[in-house]
Nanobody, 124 residues
Framework: QVQLRESGGGSVQVGDALRLSCVASGRTFGRSDIVWFRQAPGKEREFVAAVSWSGGSTRYADSVKDRFTISKDSANTVSLQMNSLKPEDTAVYYC??????????????????WGRGTQVTVSS
């Protein structure tokens, strides 16, 4: 069973950048897609970005397209480069995976393995 751990969150100003990392332990990501979701206070968890197990395909939410970049850095590490951060990006960011998920699915119920999250706060 895979365990996921996110890191790299913090408090930044509008327009700054952050790089989040998701590290798998117990086993590698294998042939599973990996996704990032986020959840702001009082809001539902929302899809941010996904990368295929090979790293060759990606998918983004419209709200982060052209600002965020997801990449598979190794067999057990995925990163999310976040540029030009906005106050509405403030949330807890989670990475998730599942060997049986639908290809690059945007739906949280398709992923059974989740990290505990890392807080990102963007101030104006």
């Amino acid at each position: 069973q895979v365990q996921l751990r996110e890191s790299g969150g913090g408090s930044v100003q509008v327009g700054d950048a952050l790089r989040l990392s998701c590290v798998a332990s117990g086993r590698t990501f294998g042939r599973s897609d990996i996704v990032w979701f986020r959840q702001a206070p009082g809001k539902e968890r929302e899809f941010v970005a996904a990368v295929s197990w090979s790293g060759g395909s990606t998918r983004y939410a419209d709200s982060v397209k052209d600002r965020f970049t997801i990449s598979k850095d190794s067999a057990n590490t995925v990163s999310l480069q976040m540029n030009s951060l906005k106050p509405e990006d403030t949330a807890v960011y989670y990475c998730a995976t599942d060997p049986d998920s639908t290809y690059l699915s945007r739906r949280s119920e398709h992923y059974d393995y989740w990290g505990r999250g890392t807080q990102v706060t963007v101030s104006s």
